[in-house]
């Protein structure tokens, strides 16, 4: 079942490295997590009605941050459109699947799972997992898990983009900031990175 979701406002043109740490944090463990071949999270810019690469671990990760497609086209497009979760064991038969952007960027998956980032009735972006683990993508407990899991990064990107305190220009040392920074950087740790 659909629901109706009114579009993020326009995406910054680049986030603060704050935010680009925190939406590569997300990548890296959703990748981990499902045993992943790659990971995204694209971030919808309403303005433009475009999604755009944020953050990207695995296949591409070189070269597709930045990169920006139609928010009307493919998976990503209809779950950033529907605010569904959808799970794909075989992408060669599903009309759903732009297979023009895939090969644009470079890597084409067998399978993915994505989920809309929400936060209260807003969509900024989708979290995508490429060709994860089959024993990762078996059913709708693996598919909930995704969507809590994006539903987590969507909260923590609104608090980091909107409630956290700007320090002031004179001030290097913001607390709240240091300590979002701290936590991630022992995340990646544990994940062994």
């Known amino acids: 079942m659909a629901q109706t979701i009114a579009p993020a406002v326009s995406a910054a043109p680049r986030p603060d490295p704050a935010v680009a740490e925190l939406l590569q944090s997300v990548v ?19 303005a433009a009605d475009e999604l755009i690469f944020e953050a990207v671990s695995g296949q591409g990760q070189e070269f597709l941050v930045g990169r920006r497609f139609p928010a009307g086209r493919g998976i990503a497009g209809w779950v950033a459109a529907s605010g569904e979760p959808m799970v ?5 038969d599903s009309a759903s699947f732009d297979r023009d952007i895939a090969e644009s960027t470079g890597y084409v998956p067998n399978a993915l799972m994505a989920a809309p980032l929400i936060r209260r009735d807003r969509i900024l972006g989708v979290l995508e997992v490429l060709d994860p683990s089959p024993q990762a993508r078996s059913g709708l407990p693996e598919l909930d898990l995704l969507g ?5 990064a969507a909260v923590a990107l609104h608090v980091l983009t909107t409630h956290a305190p700007r320090p002031a220009p004179d001030d290097p040392d913001d607390p709240p900031r240091t300590e979002l920074l701290r936590l991630l950087s022992e995340a ?6």
């Open 28 to 46: 890296d463990t959703a990748r981990a997590i499902f045993g992943a071949q790659a990971s995204s999270i694209m971030l919808l810019d309403a």
């Open 88 to 92: 794909v064991d075989d992408l060669h």
């Open 148 to 152: 809590l899991f994006a539903r987590q």
């Open 188 to 193: 990646r740790r544990l994940l062994g990175e």
